[in-house]
């Protein structure tokens, strides 16, 4: 268990902090990887597992004991008031792409933010299976495994993703320059894909959570991109309600593409 310190502790203190803790939530997920693990659905349609709760778990228990008023904010725990007291927030979901992490794809990872007045200070995610790590501290950019991130350049034919409805269901506007990526289960790992040029933009339909978003948000950000709502909006965090509307992530004038599409069908589930 890491050792509780005072709230004078600052982004800077905080990063180490949720980088040590989902390293090992990684680990703790991974002997359930590929393992069958116990399964159950959530509102009959979102499957959560075994491994979900054993990461939360861990995550709850190490991260309140170290900054024990901070507020606590998680996909896998049942949600309280009491959160909203606190000047800091903790943002996790323990395992981001569910889905993925059961059907023994790579592409999940362990979200862990912390939100102060509406806004992330610092944010990782471990993608243990992939051996990746993904952070940044607000201000002093964003970096996967040690090498700093940058949104990549304008491109006359970007690769712009977004969730399968989306495509399947012809509810967006598909422009003839535009290419079509791969499909990510995680959003927290496809907003990190935007981040590191892998990818140019993606759509996010709404309803999209806190826990879902909050550490990427600010990975795309300190590398120079954002992720928006349909007004141009950048979004704020651990407040009472977590969800959000339809959503774009990518940077310059193809962001501000996606924004028109995205209000354009402001309405699409």
Known sequence: MLAAEPIR???DSDLPLIREAARAA?????????RNPQTWLKGGHSPVSEADYAVDRY?????????????WLSEETADSPARLEARRTFVVDPIDGTRAFLDGMPTWCVSIAVVE??????????CAARGEVFEATAGRGAFRNGS???VGPQSASPLVAGPKSLFDEGAIAWPAHFRRGPYYPSLA??????????LDATFVKPNARDWDIAAADLILREAGGRLVDIQGNSLRYGEADPS????AAGSGVLLTELTAMMA???GLR
């Open 9 to 11: 502790s600052t982004a």
């Open 26 to 34: 990684g680990e703790i997920a991974l002997r359930y990887f590929k």
């Open 59 to 71: 995550l709850r228990e190490t991260l309140t004991a170290a900054r024990p008023d901070y507020g």
């Open 117 to 126: 007045d509406g806004e992330p200070l610092a944010g990782i995610l471990d």
């Open 148 to 150: 700093p991130l940058q």
């Open 189 to 198: 790992y496809r907003l990190a894909m935007v981040a590191s040029g892998d």
């Open 244 to 247: 959000h509307g339809a959503l």
């Open 264 to 266: 354009a069908v402001a």
